[in-house]
């Protein structure tokens, strides 16, 4: 029976309520994915970015030169999702990574080689080579690290599907959300990476860099936007009907608590359609630009928050009579919050620094 797979709940207290490790859940997590977001869909145009074309090395460029730096970030800001996973699911989360260990922990293998070939890329680029084939093998360590943690994350929602994962691993990717849930994620990230690369570029040319190589940047990131939200939207559709009947049902019962995020999220998309149409000339409409860059944020914070709605509808009757107590402890949570609020202060000063102070060339400016 999968309730026998199911390892014990914790004897040990929770240190806080559950509402607040939920809610830091949510916010760890939604920056974590926008790092990551940006590393995914950003190796994705990099590698298919072309090479005659205006603006498509220095798109490339641009892609690893951030990545070097930004890959850290993602990881590093993976940890405290990670952590409050373990409070709130730990006993469904980490089953599910043992079922699959090879592939969990062969992320880290992964990892490290689309970190490096990032490095190979970034330095056959500064030395005016062809990094085309690197950066094609990069997207593909990254899609599958995507891909792995689709099947964990799937695959920890349902003990049901335990018993055939045990017997053998290929069974994770059986699911019939696998492939939708994989692509929303995908193109999610191209959609961002995209406007970032506009955004990035409009403000280069305010700047008097090189306007032909810009627009090409920045037609480039919209163009690309604008497929990847077209087929965001499809695929939500898709996702949505490929869960499980009485997860739906659920999540339809569940009323304005987790219909409003869904439709907002929704609408926040079509908007988006509707103003990356409205761009003629990105150089010259800067706003717009940076209004795609908005919108495509705000829908990610709300598919964020439906996702994890979708988790509590999934686990809910693997969790009944579960009771947790609680002892909450105001003093190491104050000292968390405090030390995450200055983290993340710190990181948003040396990202802004580090896109305004570009020394020059030679060891005097170094």
């Known amino acids: 029976m999968p309730n026998n797979l199911i390892p014990a709940l914790d004897p040990a207290s929770l240190p806080g309520p559950p ?3 939920h809610g830091l859940w949510v916010l760890t997590f939604l920056i974590h994915l926008l790092f990551v977001n940006i590393v995914l869909g950003g190796t994705l145009l990099a590698a298919f970015a072309g090479h005659t074309k205006p603006g498509a090395r220095e798109t490339q460029t641009f892609f690893v030169e951030t990545n070097a730096w930004v890959i850290s970030l993602a990881i590093t800001f993976g940890i405290a999702p990670l952590l409050f996973m373990q409070v709130l699911f730990g006993r469904f989360f980490y089953t599910a990574t043992i079922l699959v260990a090879w592939a969990w922990l062969g992320m880290l293998g992964i990892l490290t080689l689309g970190y490096y070939l990032n490095y190979v890329a970034k330095f056959r680029l500064r030395a005016g080579k062809d990094a085309r084939i690197i950066l094609i093998i990069e997207a593909l360590c990254f899609l599958a690290i995507a891909g792995i943690q689709v099947a964990i994350n799937l695959l920890h929602l349902q003990p049901g599907r335990w018993e055939s994962v045990a017997q053998g691993a290929w069974a994770a990717l059986g699911d019939p959300a696998f492939m939708p849930r994989a692509l929303h994620f995908v193109f999610a990230s191209v959609a961002m990476a995209g406007a970032v690369l506009a955004y990035v570029a409009t403000r280069r040319a305010a700047k008097d860099g090189d306007r032909a190589a810009c627009l090409g940047m920045a037609q480039f990131g919209l163009r690309a936007a604008l497929i990847a939200t077209v087929l965001e939207l499809l695929d939500g559709f898709w996702l949505l009907f490929a869960l499980p009947e009485e997860v739906l049902k659920g999540f339809m019962r ?12 929704i609408l926040l998309g079509v908007l988006l359609l509707v103003v990356l149409g409205q761009i003629t000339d990105p150089l010259a409409q800067e706003k717009k630009v940076r209004r795609v860059a908005e919108l495509i944020v705000g829908t990610v914070v709300f598919m964020v928050v439906t996702r ?3 988790r509590t509808i999934y686990l809910a ?7 947790t107590a609680v002892a909450t402890q105001w003093g190491p949570l104050a000292l968390f919050l405090g030390v995450f609020v200055l983290c993340v202060g710190l990181t948003i000063y040396a990202i802004l620094r580090a896109l305004k102070d570009k020394p020059g060339p030679g060891e005097e400016a170094a």
Request: glycine share 16%.
């Open 19 to 21: 509402w607040l490790f």
């Open 254 to 265: 569940g009323g304005p608590a987790t219909m409003v995020p869904l439709t907002l999220g």
């Open 308 to 310: 994890h709605q979708l």
């Open 317 to 323: 009757p693997w969790r009944t009579g579960e009771h």
